[in-house]
């Protein structure tokens, strides 16, 4: 699997040659191995991209994701199949236990709070009211304790009047940080071979990526730590790069040190195999280590 983030951001032809992505501009020609390419974000409507370009990106599960004149991701490529997808992995996933379902979510939401909470103590807020109502946390979440945390915790980072419905700068980071995540979510789902669309706690016919909006959701904190550590007025193009390299923080899962898109990639492996019952236990402990973000990109074009 690549580990480089490619962001589009001005007029450009993109094609395919030799293994190499070729990425021609009016500044010049760079060459990218294909192999070393996680994702490419399109950010300009003036991109031209050769369908060879496209099947290679397909073949090997590199996600193009698209961006809107609003700046926010409106879709992404899903190959037709993944490496390791048999019907035998399908019918496991369809037998998934109510019980497995039902346990792993409670798991996922606990790992969610808890990251919530640590982001707010990072930056000075009292998190007594967040840590009474994860002790409130039942088995499958059935009192929705995500939803209330979530709209006690808003506030907390980001102003009393802040809510997550308002057009502003910051829920336009989160918006965008969140699309990122899901798509490397939903790009561990493909190449171990699952469907996205069962999730075990999402079920909306619209959504296409249950599964992914499921399993995401311990590091969403790290997406509003990066936002909650910036300073900044406008939606503007850094922000969105420091976004896209967010999935380069160095965080902590389950006590091991490792970049944050390798966490997710091995976390949701091991959800995988919980659910399908060949492992017997599940821990999730994502860690945000408080240090100053980098902003750096490494495969701006």
Not at 157 to 173: C, E, I, P, T, V
Not at 232 to 244: A, I, Q
């Amino acid at each position: 699997m690549g580990w480089r983030s490619v962001v589009i951001t001005q007029h450009a032809k993109i094609s395919h040659s030799a293994h190499m992505m070729v990425v021609q501009t009016n500044d010049g020609i760079n060459e990218i191995p294909l192999d070393d390419v996680s994702k490419v974000l399109v950010e300009t409507t003036q991109a031209m991209m050769s369908s060879d370009f496209m099947s290679a990106c397909l073949r090997r599960n590199i996600k193009v994701i698209f961006i809107d004149r609003q700046h926010q991701p409106v879709g992404e490529t899903v190959g037709y199949q993944p490496a390791a997808r048999d019907y035998e992995l399908l019918e496991r996933q369809f037998m998934w236990s109510p019980e497995r379902r039902n346990h792993l979510w409670t798991k996922i939401a606990h790992a969610k709070i808890q990251g919530q909470i640590a982001v707010a103590k990072y930056n000075g807020c009292p998190v007594k009211e967040l840590e009474d109502e994860l002790e409130l946390l039942e088995v499958n979440d059935v009192t929705n304790r995500e939803a209330v945390v979530a709209r006690k915790y808003f506030p907390m980072l980001f102003g009393d009047d802040f809510s997550r419905k308002q057009d502003n700068h910051y829920n336009a980071a989160l918006n965008y940080g969140y699309s990122i995540l899901l798509s490397e979510t939903n790009q561990s789902i493909t190449e171990n071979g699952y469907l996205m669309e069962l999730g075990i706690h999402h079920q909306n016919r619209g959504n296409r990526f249950n599964l992914g909006s499921d399993l995401m959701e311990p590091f969403r904190p790290v997406i509003d730590y990066w936002v909650r550590g910036q300073t900044f007025n406008e939606f503007t193009s850094y922000v969105r790069w420091g976004l896209v390299d967010a999935m380069h923080l160095e965080i902590e899962y389950n006590g091991v040190s490792m970049l944050t898109e390798n966490a997710i990639h091995q976390y949701v492996r091991e959800c995988l195999a919980y659910l399908s019952g060949e492992q017997d236990e599940i821990e999730i402990k994502v860690g945000i280590k408080n240090e100053v973000p980098n902003n750096a990109l490494d495969g701006h074009v």
